[in-house]
């Protein structure tokens, strides 16, 4: 048996999170127009300065995310172990009212019935009062959905509710880029180009940078939301974004045979751009060069130019150009610093990471960074 409203003595304990927020004093919160609200800047913030670090209000476990829903048992519960005052920062946060559905409030009263939720003086929820539980938690669940980040890659450690982060607004062409580090189970914000005072700060929501308008607009669609950042509203961008889509997928399928063979079996776009694939490593090494200027040219600095930056890396190395690999491994390396900090203990021990790769080359050429004969097997990540 689970206490529904434990939140009244919990509240006598004091809030368990309130001033865990760190903002820094660089941001505040206000009204964007057309956007809801947003963070913006209040001073000038240099590159690869750290603009947020905060733990979450609320975080569930990883699942399969094939089906949100399945998250309503993880939530439910993750909720029931709340202070009365975290459910007040999440019932502050930005609810998208078309994720509130009959079917989940439904599926969401059964968990309730089921797990026999007590109130406060102990009576088991029925009637009217298991409604308005069921109510409101339909609505804080909605919440979750609007604002939630995954938490480490394919949200390898769950998914989480940031109160400061939550604020943040999406921008095809964002300033800023976010990661969950999970050595301090803190997630992080790094400014990834120099914002001005005033300015809006804006994040990434969707998959990668290398999509095409339509491709875009359906992914924040399944956010909910149209998007109107500056890049969905200038159309002198969207031949650069089909070419760097194009280059996305042909390096893409070059690092997999096996995917593009199912590819070409089951996927018309794969078949169309089949013929353009690199055929040999100095075809893909042209390819992510190409990709890696487009991207910087668009201000795109983030996680995808630091991956290019690995792959220009490890083509130069296969062709025997460890200098020219030593020399995009340090590029890659000064633009993982600007994303994610220094403290990246946890990717070494993953043996990923610029560092890692950067030490490794090291390692190949003797330790020396100079080019030369390569030293011992390749391993190529
Ligand atoms: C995580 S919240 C961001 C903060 C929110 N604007 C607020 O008022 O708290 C996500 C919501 O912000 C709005 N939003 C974010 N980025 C947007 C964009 N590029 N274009 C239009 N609306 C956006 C959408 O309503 C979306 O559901």
Redesign the pocket.
């Known amino acids: 048996m689970v206490l529904a409203c434990s939140a009244i003595e919990f509240e006598a304990m004091g809030p368990r999170s309130a001033a865990l927020d760190q903002g820094h004093g660089m941001t505040e919160?206000r009204s964007?127009g057309?956007?809801?609200?947003?963070l913006f800047a209040t001073k000038h913030i240099p590159r690869a300065t750290q603009v947020l670090d905060e733990v979450p209000v609320l975080a569930i476990p990883a699942s399969s995310e094939l089906d949100p829903d399945d998250d309503i048992p993880a939530f439910c519960t993750a909720l029931q172990h709340l202070f009365r005052t975290e459910w007040k920062r999440l019932d502050d946060?930005?609810c998208?009212t078309a994720l509130i559905t009959p079917a989940r409030r439904a599926t969401i009263r059964q968990w309730y019935k089921d797990k026999g939720i007590t109130d406060n003086n102990g009576d088991t929820l029925k009637g009217k009062k298991l409604q308005d539980a069921a109510k409101a938690t339909t609505k804080r669940f909605a919440i979750f959905l609007?604002?939630r980040v995954q938490m480490g890659a394919q949200g390898l450690y769950g998914s989480g509710v940031f109160p400061l982060y939550?604020?943040?607004?999406?921008?095809c062409v964002p300033n800023v880029h976010n990661a969950y580090n999970p050595g301090t189970q803190r997630l992080t914000l790094y400014s990834i180009r120099d914002i001005g005072a005033g300015e809006q700060i804006?994040t990434s929501?969707i998959s990668s940078a290398c999509r095409t308008r339509q491709q875009r607009r359906e992914e924040?669609e399944n956010?909910?939301?149209?998007?109107?950042?500056l890049a969905?509203t200038d159309t002198s961008i969207d031949l650069l974004r089909q070419r760097m889509f194009e280059l996305d997928q042909r390096l893409a399928a070059y690092e997999s045979p096996w995917q593009r063979r199912m590819d070409l079996r089951t996927s018309p776009l794969a078949r169309m751009l089949a013929p353009a694939m690199p055929s040999s490593v100095k075809g893909a090494l042209q390819d992510a060069e190409q990709l890696a200027e487009l991207l910087k040219r668009q201000g795109l600095e983030g996680m995808e130019l630091c991956k290019t930056y690995r792959e220009c890396s490890k083509y130069s190395l296969k062709l025997g150009s460890t200098e020219k690999a030593m020399y995009y491994a340090r590029k890659e390396l000064d633009i993982e610093r600007c994303c994610i900090g220094t403290e990246t203990a946890h990717l070494q021990k993953d043996m990923e990471g610029a560092e890692y790769w950067l030490a490794h080359l090291e390692h190949l050429c003797g330790g020396t960074g100079n080019s030369g004969e390569v030293k011992g097997e390749l391993i190529i990540v």
């Open positions: 919160i964007t057309s956007m809801g609200n947003g946060l930005h998208n609007t604002n939550s604020r943040i607004n999406h921008s804006t929501y924040t956010w909910g939301f149209v998007c109107s950042c969905c």
